[in-house]
C-alpha cells in the first residue's frame, strides 16, 4: 500500500501525535497577547508598563524548563535559570535536560500539562507543523515587542539578527525563537589541508580534481551521517540553490509546480549522485549514525563532512590533539548566480506551549535568555553564535563561519522538511540512495516532485510560504 502525503501527516495529528481524545484545536494567531491556562480559563500576558517586568510575572510561581542535551549540552541553561532566580529567588525551577524530546513531552501534551519553556530539538523533535497546526503553541510577539532585558529603550525584536525570526515564523506568526544562529558548512581539518598542501576547494570541479590525490593519501574524500541523510539536506539544496538562485530553493518550499524538475536542482541530484558513483564516499557511510561519522572525521578517515556549525563545540572534548575545525561553503557548479548562498539563521526552536502554567515566567525566561549576558554566556560556553547582536566570540570556528555569513542576501533557510513531515520522510532516504548511486537523479527528482505534488493537492494539509 501506498501512503498518500494525508496518511504521512496524518499521523500528526493532534489525536494521533498527543494521544489527546479531544480533536485538533485550530491554530490561530495570538497577535500581541497569548494564553495560559487552557482552553476554559484564559489568562491574557500582554506587554505592561514596567520596563523590568513586562509581562507581571509572579515571583513566586515555579517554573519548568526542558532542555536539549545535544550538542551544545545544558550548561548554559543552568547558568541562564541562575539568572532568572537572581530576579526572581522564590521562584522554583524545574531543569530537565534530555535528547528524548517527544518522549519525554508528547505525552504532557496530550495531557494539556506541558512544560512552560521547550528546547525543541534534537532526533526526537516534536514535529513543528503538528505544533503550531493543533494551536499547541503560545505565538511570540508579546516576546519580542517587550522592552529589552538590557534597555528599556530597545525591544527584544531590535536585539536580534536579521533573518533569524524566519525559521520559527509560519505564514507570518513567529512560534519559534531560534536561538543559535547556526550555519549548515562543509567542514575539514585546517591542520590536514595545510600539511599536506592543499587547498579547501571553492568549486565542486576544484573538489572533484582534489579528491583523487586525497584517496592517494589513504583518505576518503567524504563522509556523512548514513542513518541520518537529514545532514545531506542542505548540502543538496543550496548546491542547487548557489547554481540557479535562492528563488529555486523557495520554489521548492512553497509547493511551486514543478519546482524539483529545474535544471539547477537536477544538477545538483546529478553531482550528489557523482560522490558515490566515483567512489568518493567513505567506506560504510550509508550505515553510520552522525557520531561514528564525526568520529571518523576527527581520526582523518574523511577529508570533508557536512555538518552544522555546533560541530566543534560538540567534539571538543574528544577531538584529537591538533585538529583544527574549519567550515567551508558547499563547493559551487559551473555557472552557479549566486555562488555566495549558504544555509544560514536561527537554529534550536524554544518554544512556548500556549498551555503553560506559567506563561509570563516563560517569556520573561526567553527574554532574560536574549540580553547580552545571557547570550554571552551561551557563546562563551558553546563558542557558537547567538542570535543576539553585539556577542563576540574569541574561538577560530565560530569567527569562520561568521566570515561566511557576512552578507545578508545570501543567507536562506530551507524549511520543507518542517513545513510538510510528509515530504521530510519521504527525503530522507530518497537523498541516501541518491548520493550513494542507488538511485539515478532521475529517479529522486521524480520521486520528489510526485510527493511535493500529493503535498500541494492535499487540502488537509496546512500550506506555509516564504515571506518575499
Not at 30 to 44: I, V, Y
Not at 153 to 168: I, M, N, P, Y
Not at 172 to 197: C, H, M, P, Q
Not at 408 to 414: A, G
Request: negative net charge; proline residues 6%.
Amino acid at each position: 500500500m501506498t501512503n498518500t502525503p494525508a496518511d504521512r501527516q496524518g499521523i500528526f495529528t493532534r489525536r494521533n501525535l498527543f494521544g489527546a481524545t479531544a480533536a485538533g484545536l485550530a491554530a490561530t494567531s495570538l497577535g500581541a497577547c497569548a494564553t495560559s491556562g487552557g482552553d476554559d480559563e484564559a489568562e491574557e500576558v500582554t506587554v505592561g508598563e514596567d520596563a523590568e517586568n513586562p509581562f507581571g510575572v509572579d515571583g513566586t510561581a515555579p517554573l519548568d524548563v526542558v532542555i536539549f542535551d545535544g550538542g551544545f549540552g545544558n550548561e548554559y541553561a543552568v547558568a541562564h535559570q541562575a539568572m532568572y532566580n537572581e530576579a526572581y529567588p522564590d521562584a522554583e525551577i524545574t531543569h530537565l535536560a534530555t535528547q528524548a524530546i517527544a518522549e519525554t513531552q508528547q505525552p504532557r501534551f496530550a495531557e494539556g500539562k506541558p512544560c512552560d519553556v521547550l528546547d525543541n530539538s534534537g532526533a526526537q523533535q516534536i514535529p513543528m507543523d503538528a505544533l503550531v497546526g493543533d494551536g499547541e503553541l503560545a505565538e511570540l510577539s508579546p516576546l519580542l515587542d517587550a522592552p529589552s532585558y538590557d534597555d528599556p529603550e530597545v525591544t527584544v525584536r531590535e536585539t536580534l539578527r536579521d533573518g533569524v525570526l524566519d525559521a520559527g515564523t509560519f505564514n507570518g506568526e513567529v512560534y519559534a525563537l531560534n536561538y543559535v544562529f547556526s550555519a549548515w558548512t562543509i567542514w575539514y581539518d585546517a591542520k590536514l589541508f595545510r600539511d599536506n598542501g592543499w587547498t579547501p576547494p571553492t568549486t565542486w570541479d576544484e573538489m572533484l580534481a582534489l579528491c583523487p590525490t586525497i584517496q592517494a593519501a589513504g583518505i576518503a574524500p567524504w563522509t556523512y551521517a548514513g542513518q541520518h541523510p537529514v545532514y545531506l539536506y542542505d548540502m543538496f539544496l543550496i548546491l542547487a540553490g548557489r547554481h540557479g538562485g535562492v528563488q529555486v530553493v523557495k520554489d521548492i518550499d512553497n509547493l511551486v509546480p514543478d519546482a524539483w524538475r529545474h535544471p539547477s536542482v537536477v544538477a545538483a541530484a546529478e553531482a550528489m549522485r557523482g560522490l558515490g558513483a566515483s567512489g568518493y564516499l567513505l567506506e560504510g557511510s550509508a550505515g553510520i549514525d552522525h557520531i561514528q561519522s564525526q568520529t571518523a572525521f576527527n581520526n582523518n578517515e574523511a577529508a570533508f563532512l557536512p555538518c552544522g556549525s555546533w560541530l566543534p563545540n560538540e567534539q571538543r572534548s574528544i577531538a584529537p590533539e591538533g585538529f583544527e575545525y574549519a567550515p567551508m561553503g558547499v563547493p559551487y557548479l559551473e555557472g552557479s548566480v549566486q555562488p555566495g548562498l549558504i544555509s544560514a539563521g536561527g537554529e534550536e526552536p524554544f518554544v512556548v506551549p500556549k498551555n503553560a502554567t506559567n506563561l509570563a515566567g516563560a517569556y520573561e525566561y526567553l527574554r532574560i535568555m536574549l540580553s547580552q549576558e545571557g547570550a554571552q554566556i551561551f557563546g562563551d560556553t558553546v563558542q557558537a553564535a547567538t542570535v543576539v547582536k553585539g556577542v563576540e566570540l574569541d574561538n577560530p570556528a565560530a569567527q569562520a563561519t561568521d566570515a561566511l555569513v557576512a552578507n545578508p542576501e545570501d543567507l536562506f533557510q530551507p524549511r520543507f522538511r518542517f513545513w510538510y513531515t510528509g515530504m521530510d520522510t519521504e527525503m530522507r532516504p530518497a537523498l541516501g540512495q541518491l548520493i550513494n548511486a542507488e538511485t539515478t537523479a532521475d529517479e529522486f527528482i521524480e520521486r520528489m516532485q510526485t510527493v511535493a505534488d500529493e503535498t500541494a493537492a492535499d487540502d488537509t494539509i496546512e500550506k506555509f510560504t516564504h515571506d518575499e
